[in-house]
């Protein structure tokens, strides 16, 4: 079975600049997250989408990055413009479609996005 | 909002010796859930637990979850240096679906 699969790997950006990130989940998995990790930090949740409806942004700075799923099965995460402080690593995951309020799923993650914002 | 707090940050062991690391939620968890993360590695999955006062063993690792369902442990017994990482308690609260992580304990092996 293919994992989740992301691109690309590394990416170098000055301030202001835009960037795009691109995710394939899980063949038939309805759940994708895009997270943020910061060195030295635990992976913070930007967007949880399932099929091609999003269920959280709770945490995605709306003014400067936005998400699609329009397919319900591949994504992208975009950010416009860059600042210095979105240095970190951008992970994808997927899971089985959740359906109740206690979920069962774990989470499988992608190789994720190492950007460095100068 | 819900917090998940996670101690020690780092914890340096000699090959054999035991690992601990703790995690300690701001209201009750419906369940959490454990992964490991290698040095320039994704998360992986390691464990989910529901119970209240579960236990639950994986080999040389040990997984418990708190009776109030607050806390939750990892126990590693004897280290072996692929046990090197960071490794991750994500909580879920009992009234929505976002999963909660705490900040990570890393595990290294002094040399």
């Known amino acids: 079975e293919a994992g989740v699969a992301q691109s690309p790997r590394y990416k170098i950006i000055e301030k202001r600049q835009s960037v795009a990130f691109w995710c394939n989940p899980i063949s038939g998995h309805a759940t994708l997250y895009w997270y943020q990790q910061i060195l030295g930090q635990g992976p913070k949740l930007l967007i949880q989408?399932?099929?091609?409806?999003?269920?959280?942004d709770s945490q995605l700075p709306k003014d400067r990055f936005s998400a699609e799923r329009l397919k319900g099965v591949d994504s992208t995460l975009k950010i416009q413009p860059a600042k210095l402080e979105d240095s970190a690593v951008y992970l994808c995951?997927?899971?089985?479609?959740?359906?109740?309020?206690?979920?069962?799923?774990?989470?499988?993650f992608g190789p994720g996005t190492r950007l460095t914002v100068l | 909002g819900q917090q998940v707090m996670q101690i020690p940050q780092y914890q340096h062991v000699q090959e054999g010796e035991d690992f601990t690391t703790y995690c300690n939620s701001s209201?009750?968890?419906?369940?959490i859930q454990w992964y490991k993360q290698r040095p320039g590695g994704h998360p992986v999955f390691l464990i989910q637990?529901?119970?209240s006062g579960e236990v639950k063993k994986q080999k040389r690792l040990t997984f418990q979850f708190g009776e109030a369902k607050k806390n939750s442990s990892l126990h590693i017994t004897a280290t072996q240096t692929t046990d090197v990482g960071t490794y991750f308690c994500a909580g879920r609260g009992d009234s929505n679906y976002q999963l909660i992580w705490g900040a990570g304990t890393k595990l290294i092996i002094k040399p």
């Open positions: 995951a997927s899971s089985p479609l959740e359906n109740k309020p206690i979920s069962y799923n774990e989470q499988f």
């Open positions: 989408f399932q099929n091609n409806g999003v269920v959280d």
């Open positions: 637990l529901v119970k």
């Open positions: 209201t009750t968890l419906s369940n």
